[in-house]
Nanobody
Framework: QVQLVESGGGLVQAGGSLRLSCAVSGGAASSYAMGWFRQAPGKEREFVAVISWKTYYRDSVKGRFSISEDNVKNTVYLQMNSLKSEDTAVYYC??????????????????WGQGTQVTVSS
């Protein structure tokens, strides 16, 4: 059973940076498509970024966010720069078996972390 634990969230001023981490246990992160999603109050969970056989981002974060992985630490990261107030949300890490696709919807993922809060003050 794969378990995902996010960390690195917090309060940051607009224009600042945060790096989120997703520690993976029970399996090799490199065997899964690893995605980041976020959910703001009153809104649906939305795709942010994925690392699979390629990386892919939602348009609003392209050029500001970067997804990467450390196979030794079995951890996936989301580097977030030039943060905006609209980036405020709970951020979730998710995993889908195999890297044969580039999943962008929550329904495509098999495992989820508990989430970490990111708050950007303007």
């Amino acid at each position: 059973q794969v378990q995902l634990v996010e960390s690195g969230g917090g309060l940051v001023q607009a224009g600042g940076s945060l790096r989120l981490s997703c520690a993976v246990s029970g399996g090799a992160a490199s065997s899964y498509a690893m995605g980041w999603f976020r959910q703001a109050p009153g809104k649906e969970r939305e795709f942010v970024a994925v690392i699979s056989w390629k990386t892919y981002y939602r348009d609003s974060v392209k050029g500001r966010f970067s997804i990467s992985e450390d196979n030794v630490k079995n951890t996936v990261y989301l580097q977030m720069n030039s943060l905006k107030s609209e980036d405020t949300a709970v951020y979730y890490c998710a995993a889908r078996h195999y890297r044969t696709s580039v999943p962008v919807t929550p329904e495509e993922y098999n495992y989820w972390g508990q989430g970490t809060q990111v708050t950007v003050s303007s």
